[in-house]
């Protein structure tokens, strides 16, 4: 499986991603925004881009769709309860299905709600995974939930889903929001030494060329995922004073979420 990571450099910080197949050099675009870079790009490696894929139904993930189909004649897949949000869908995803590109490319949709509910992640069937993971899972982030989406649910899929993929499963969010959930993550635990040494590098990172993280490292800086940390807890009570000696991680994440919407 070849990957590449597009950053369209426009005020949202979207990466866009093309997924390849080796052999036969089909290729699918996830949220193509930029639809001309990814036809640059495809061209540039002399890839056939045949499907395109939305994560979930925002303007800044299909918003190239239109222009990329009518270059490519590709075929749009999204969660099959974007039909009504997404227009031309050809292919409706439920959590399970199977994408294949080309002869070697292997791709299972995973229904993650939470930032919409009509959204998708896809997970790569190769020896070591990979996560493409829209606006859900960011570096050291989590999606937030304030066009259509659900906090609660949010949190089921971090820990119904994300937290019990493979550790060592690469992570393709669809921005860069990389530095500033570093600097929420050390505002929430500034003891955290990881996240403090990581900061540094990625403030200075071009994003043309961008840290890519597993999910093993995300669970040492990810706030959202360090639910049960005595630092992040004895920190949000003082946001929260009526928390519990010993809150459950839903209750946690739900507060989290809460405080970033206003950092």
Known sequence: MLVEQIYTENAYRNFNYLIACPET??????????????????????????????????GDHTGGNRAMIAATGAKLLAHHGAKDKIPGIDV??????????????????????????SHICLLSRTDQPSLFCGDTLFNAGAGNCHNGGHPAELYQTFAGQL????????????????????????????????????????????????LVTTLAEEMEFNTFFRLHSPSVIARLRESFPDLPDSPDPETVFLRLRALRNKW
Request: proline share 5%; with cysteine; net charge negative.
């Open 25 to 58: 050099g089909e290729a699918m675009a996830i949220d193509p925004l930029d639809h001309k870079k990814c036809l640059a790009g495809a061209k540039r490696h002399g890839w056939e881009i045949t499907q395109v894929l939305n994560t979930h139904e925002h």
């Open 92 to 117: 409706g995803l439920e959590a399970g299905d199977v994408i294949t590109i080309g002869k070697t490319v292997a791709l299972e949709s995973l229904d993650t709600p939470g930032h919409t509910m």
């Open 163 to 210: 937290a019990r993929l493979p550790a060592d499963t690469k992570v393709y969010p669809g921005h860069d929001y990389f530095a500033n959930n570093l600097e929420f993550s050390l505002d929430r635990e500034p003891d955290n030494d990881k996240a403090r040494a990581l900061l540094d590098r990625v403030r200075h990172q071009d994003s043309h060329d961008a």
